[in-house]
């Protein structure tokens, strides 16, 4: 069977760690920290990588809590989203390579949860505690432009999560259900409402293709949504004409508390649940069905610690390595090793 190694355990956030996010390219981890700070982690040898150090500190940009950090998908600037409900932008300078925050999105009304930036980096996208969901445009000079004011979700919105190919974007919410959004000329609009869960849903995630999502909730399933398009094999309507989303699988039993972060890898097409129950768990496809089954599992991964946060590393050459976060500060970063 295949196990989960740990690899290595980073520690310097002073508070809990909410979310990591992997360089697109590089071999270095971003995390942010109710510390109000986000570190930039590498290791200290590409020959050894069980000794990794924190290279850069950022700090001074929010005044709360900062919740979500995401890299744009060049590697060249990352966004962090705040309780103080302000989204920071930081780009690097091209001489001395140094990061610094270089525009400030306001306009939520209260905490910020979640920022994801588009498969081309045109976009940028930030959801909140105060229903809403904000999508920008990236414009030169480091200016951003709010498209839409999406307020459809009836409760907090937890996550937004762009489609890896297309400009269309999910976000979950504390009302239960996932919206997935588009545009019509200039005009971005709710094209399916994904209900199901019983409870807030925390976490969502696209495959590879972006023709399935996985959604992680405080009702402790997972559940796959496949998207059916017109015209396809399977005979599922379309009534207006706009793909729908179905469930194809869904994965209880795992986790006997609320799951908080789920992530599918793009690399080896497994998926990483974690939540408040300590425990990782990675699921792999059952061949030509849409099942998944538990094929590695680590229990107290962070101690007694709620595990807030889990993200495969995006780069072919580490596409087997994970990062973890958790309320006891740490970072934890593990290898899926394939027993032979």
């Known amino acids: 069977m295949p196990h989960l190694k740990l690899v290595a355990t980073l520690e310097g956030h002073q508070d809990r760690v909410w979310q990591a996010s992997w360089h697109p390219t590089k071999t270095l981890l971003t995390t942010c920290s109710g510390d109000k700070t986000v570190r930039f982690w590498a290791p200290k040898s590409l020959k050894d990588f069980s000794e990794w150090t924190c290279v850069e500190t950022f700090e001074g940009a929010h005044k709360r809590t900062i ?33 610094d925050c270089v525009a400030t999105l306001e306009g939520h009304e209260n905490e910020i949860k979640s920022v994801a930036w588009s498969s081309t980096g045109a976009l940028v996208a930030t959801c909140s505690r105060d229903k809403s969901v904000w999508i920008w445009e990236v414009e030169s000079d480091n200016d951003f432009e709010c498209l839409s004011v999406l307020q459809e979700h009836t409760q907090d919105v937890k996550m937004v999560t762009w489609h890896p190919k297309l400009e269309v974007l999910a976000s979950a919410s504390y009302d239960d259900t996932i919206k997935i959004w588009g545009e019509d000329e200039d005009d971005w609009y709710c094209m399916n409402t994904l209900e199901g869960h019983t409870s807030t849903v925390w976490s969502i995630d696209f495959n590879a293709e972006g023709d399935q999502l996985v959604s992680a909730s405080d009702d402790q399933t997972l559940r796959i949504w496949k998207m059916y398009r ?61 099942v998944y089954k538990n094929i590695a599992t680590v229990n107290d991964a962070h101690g007694v610690y709620d595990i807030n946060g889990v993200a495969w590393c995006p780069t072919s050459v580490h596409g087997n390595w994970l990062a973890t976060v958790g309320d006891d500060g740490l970072v934890r970063i593990w290898e899926l090793v394939e027993d032979v």
């Open 67 to 99: 919740r979500s950090v995401a890299w744009s998908p060049t590697g060249t600037e990352f966004a962090t989203a705040s309780f103080d409900g302000t989204t920071g932008i930081w780009s690097s300078d091209p001489r001395t390579k140094d990061y």
């Open 230 to 290: 017109p015209n396809n094999t399977e005979n599922i309507a379309i009534p207006n004409g706009e793909a729908v989303w179905k469930t194809i699988c869904t994965l209880s039993g795992y986790h006997d508390r609320c799951i908080y972060s789920v992530s599918w890898s793009k690399v080896n097409d497994h998926i990483a649940s974690v939540g408040g129950d300590n425990k990782i768990r990675i699921y792999a496809k059952n061949e030509n069905t849409p």
